[in-house]
């Protein structure tokens, strides 16, 4: 059984992403998989199978806040689909392992810690937030922080996707990290794969045959760093368009980026264009010179990252959480110092030049996420570590 606070298509985010992806592929190995996820806001609770998965999106949300209302929610779901009865839980989000831990005689417990909300909550109260948002967060912070600890200290076992994200959990309850198994995450690969006519999807796309075309997809959030990548822009772009930004996704921080692009006088180059469905991000993967991960702070893993690579697209990111790890200087990618809008600029520059005259770096790019973050491979890692704990609990 699989529960979390978010569920793809439903939610954009990465935990939602490899929670439905995950689901899917222990399906496909034969696993029976129910998962216990939130319905869509202004829609009725439903049952549905998709990808051999049966989704119960039976977890209410009303005005009080979710910290508190998602473990009752999560607990009620978790038993009305008779979860003693299933061999292990997969949590993937604290409250989600929290309600899992207060069922009775439950199965074993396995906790995908993806990152720290706590640790998030944080960082977003020190970037600007109101002083009754700062308040609010404080006890917010409290709250998930310990709701982190009771998580780490009590489940059967933990999965984390990076040696980041194990070293944040030795941080948040010593000795988790000991306790803790790297799974990875992963991509798939048939979906995110490159396009047999790239330049004419870029004509579609209204992108010139010499123009750069950059991407980035990302919460519009402020540990994104997407505010040292629009200096970037005005650094390195001419500001006439031959340089082309395109920003993939929503959040709290829009209206303020585009004040700060219009500031910077870059409208011509950069284009927030919200969020879009999977194949539309794919389009933009498999048309862009160059995909620019910009984070500051507490990157996981990076789903857009793997996508990326996979669709053939080089890759410049920031060395920040798990980045490093993920790109390995592998062939076609780059790293550079978080907060560098200079450095970002440079490498940038430097590698969308070397993709634009030598187009093998897109097919090495590819092979690499192939190798690296296929999700066909990837799930082995997962299912070995879930299988053990569900043999232990059920000798």
């Keep these: 059984m699989v529960a979390s606070q978010q569920w793809f298509p439903d939610y954009a985010g990465g935990t939602a992403r490899v929670a439905e992806a995950t689901a899917r592929e222990f399906a496909t190995l034969g696993h029976e998989v129910v998962a216990i996820v939130p319905h869509p806001p202004g829609q009725p609770s439903s049952i549905s199978v998709v990808g051999g998965v049966e989704i119960r999106r039976v977890m209410r949300r009303s005005v009080l806040p979710n910290t508190i209302t998602d473990v009752f929610e999560t607990r009620r779901g978790l038993i009305q689909a008779g979860v003693q009865s299933f061999d292990v839980v997969l949590t993937h989000h604290p409250l989600a392992a929290l309600a899992a831990l207060s069922v009775k005689r439950h199965p074993p417990i396995v906790h995908v810690y993806h990152s720290s909300p706590a640790r998030e909550a944080r960082h977003r109260r020190a970037l600007g937030l109101s002083l009754r948002q700062r308040i609010g967060s404080l006890g917010v912070e409290a709250l998930l922080s310990s709701y982190e600890w009771i998580v780490l200290a009590s489940v059967d076992r933990i999965l984390v996707l990076s040696e980041f994200s194990r070293r944040l959990a030795e941080e948040s309850h010593r000795g988790a990290g000991a306790r803790a198994i790297v799974v990875g995450g992963g991509v798939d690969v048939n979906l995110f794969a490159p396009t047999a006519d790239r330049e004419q999807l870029r004509a579609a796309l209204g992108v010139g045959p010499q123009e750069t075309l950059l991407i980035t997809v990302r919460r519009l959030v402020a540990r ?69 991960l910009p984070t500051i702070a507490y990157e996981g893993f990076g789903m857009a990252t793997a996508e990326a690579l996979a669709c053939g697209t080089p890759v410049v990111g920031t060395d920040v959480g798990a980045t490093g790890e993920l790109l390995n200087g592998a062939a076609g990618t780059a790293l550079v110092r978080p907060e560098d809008p200079a450095a970002l600029a440079d490498a940038v520059g430097r590698l969308a030049r070397t993709a634009r005259t030598d187009p093998g770096i897109r097919t090495l790019c590819r092979t690499y996420a192939c190798e690296r973050y296929d999700w066909s491979k990837v799930i082995n890692r997962w299912d070995a570590a879930i299988m053990t704990v569900a043999i232990d609990g059920n000798a």
């Design 224 to 292: 994104m760093g997407l505010e040292v990548l629009l200096d970037a822009m005005a650094m390195g772009g001419r500001g006439d368009g031959s340089v082309k930004l395109v920003v993939i996704g929503t959040g709290e921080l829009r209206e303020e980026l585009l004040r700060r692009r219009d500031d910077l006088g870059i409208q011509e180059s950069v284009a927030f264009v919200g969020r879009l469905s999977d194949d539309e991000v794919r389009t933009w993967y498999q048309a862009a010179d160059v995909f620019v």
